[in-house]
Each structure stands twice: as C-alpha cells, then as structure tokens.
C-alpha cells in the first residue's frame, strides 16, 4: 500500500510557528529566531504590490513569471532565458533532482547543510551520498575525489546553512575545473545578500562560460517573503529547457511573482536589512565570546554557536522564555544551537535568555 522508499525519510522539521508556540507555552510574547527570516517584515513596496494585485487572484498566475522574468535578468544582467522560478527554491531542488537523474543515481552534498537536499533525493529514490564537513566547511576537494559515474547532481549550499560557512572562489574554481561533462553542480545562495566577503565566488560567471552549473536563490530571506514561496534558478537556456519540462505550469503564485518584481526595486529595503544583519552579527559574536562559547564565523543571517550542555535543551529552555532558536539534532550537531539575526530589541532578548539558560 505504501512506497517503500519513504518509510526510510526523516520528514524536514521547520521552526515552530511564534502563534504555536504562545498558544502551547501560554506565552503572551515570542520571538521567532529560527529559520533564517528577515525580522523587519517584508519589504513595504512588495506589501503594496500585494495589495493592487489582490483583486485579480480569481486568475490563473502568469505561467512563464513574463514580467518578473524580464525584470530579474536586468538586475542580475543575464538573459531571461537564463531564469527559471520555482516556489521557493525548494521546489526547483526538486525539478533538478527529477531533470537531470534517474532513480538509483546518486546525489552529492554535505552531512551538516540544508536537509532538502537528502530528504527530496529520497523522496524521489536517489541515492544521497553525503560527505563530512571538514572544519565546518564544504570539503570540496573530497566530494571531487569521489564523483563517480553515479553521481549526476552536486548540490553546494553557498554560505552553507546551517554552518554560515562558505567556500570561496579558488576552491570552488578548482572543484569545477576538468569536472565530468555530466555532473550539474548546483550552488544554492539562498543567503548571497547577507554576502560581503571578497572571495566569494561569482558564479554567474561560470553559467555564462557554459558550465554545467546552477544557481539557486531565494526571495525569502533578504526580501522577506518567505510566507509566499519564491525562489529562482540561474543556468544556461539549455538546462533551463530540460528543467522547464518537470516544471509545474502555475508553480508560482500571482501574489508571489508581483511582491518579487516590487520587491527587487527596494534597494532601500535590502540596504536596511544587510545594515541590520551586519551590525546584529557583530553584536551577537561579542555577546558570544563575553559567555565564554565558540561561534562559527557566517557570512549569512545566522550564527551557529556551540553550548556546553546539549543543544536541545538549551533551545527547550529559550522557548520557555519566548525565544525560538534551533537545535541542530537533525544536522548531528548535538552540542550546538543557531540562531538567526533578529532586530536590534530580539537579538538583545535573545542574549539576556541565554544568558540566564546558560
Ligand atoms: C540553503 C538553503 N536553501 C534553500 C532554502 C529554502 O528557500 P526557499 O524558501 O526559497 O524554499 C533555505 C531555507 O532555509 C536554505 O537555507
């Protein structure tokens, strides 16, 4: 009655919703730290758009995203038909998965990163070949030793989540250098706003060289939409092409594509957001060292920081007192906790919470 190849799947675990959280602890005030949102809201022009568009929900949405498609490829100066939308970047790991390997193929990707990448491979029967972090990093020079003829997809998270650590671009240049013509390399920078570091890997670059590549990336973190599920993919037309026929035909909701096209020309809105990010970083690692714990550099919206007693139970301590952070169980990370960058007034709730959990 039911497909065998489930039974072997640890359904995704998101963070829990703030309204549960209040109605279960009886909290009047929570605070949601936990999957990597943007806390100033989304952005106000996308609110607006989302507001003119709503009357004509009784459509069908625009099944190709014309207008934010045309819009996309002038801000990031490629071809339109370099695009590819999905609903959430969630969905297009799922179309490549299904676009470019059969069942029984395998996929590479790292132990500790974002767990879609294992949980859809097995939904679709791929084999996951996952590979230890080497010093909290992608260890790419491993994953490349051990390509084999059954690897057809390599999926790299770039800033690595739930780490926030990234592979710069020499690594990343060796690791694509004489790769096999078969492989798609996959790098998902649902993080790159957050992204200031110098070597960090322009990989349009490689798309437009030709290379087997795909980048994923998301309108839910910096732009926050995340409630509305967009998220878009960058390679060559022809792999766009074989994507495009797995691809669902209205994948991506009306509401989503309007709030993304409006949401693209909020430069002040993704400049308040980075400002908020980088200053919160900052404020959180200080408060780290000051309680005597081991931080992860990151170059995301997150820090993973490691606690002396188990992660779970720090994490159940903070939701008693409002605060919503990640244990990292699920990652084997048992000893550590992440935490997202909040405002100002959350990272400061969080601090003075963990203190006293501590
Ligand atoms: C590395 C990574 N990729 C993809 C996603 C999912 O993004 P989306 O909301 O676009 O599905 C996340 C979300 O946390 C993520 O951390």
Known sequence: MVNNRILEITPYQPGKPIEEVKRQLGLSKVIKLA??????????????????????????PEGSCYYLRQRLSRHLKVNPRNLIFGNGSDELIDIIIKAFSCPRDEIMTAEATFLEYKIIAQQNGRRPKMFPLRGFRYDLSAMKQALNKRV????????????????????VESFLRDIPKDVIVVFDEAYFEFVKEKDFPETIRYVKEGKNVIILRTFSKIYGLAGLRIGYGIASPELVGYMERVRQPFNVNSLAQEAALAALSDT???????????????????HFEQLGLEAIYSAANFILFKVNKDGLTISQELLKRGVIVRDMCQYGLKDYVRVTVGTKQENEKFVEALRKVL
């Open 268 to 286: 002040a809105f993704v400049r308040k957001s980075q400002a908020l990010v980088w200053e919160g970083k900052r404020y959180l690692l200080r």
């Open 152 to 171: 057809k997809v390599v999926f790299i998270a770039n800033p690595n989540n739930p780490t926030g650590t990234y592979v710069d671009k020499k690594e």
């Open 35 to 60: 999957s990597n949102e943007n806390p100033l809201g989304p952005s106000p022009k996308a609110l607006r758009a989302i507001q003119k568009a709503l009357p004509k929900i009784n459509r069908y």
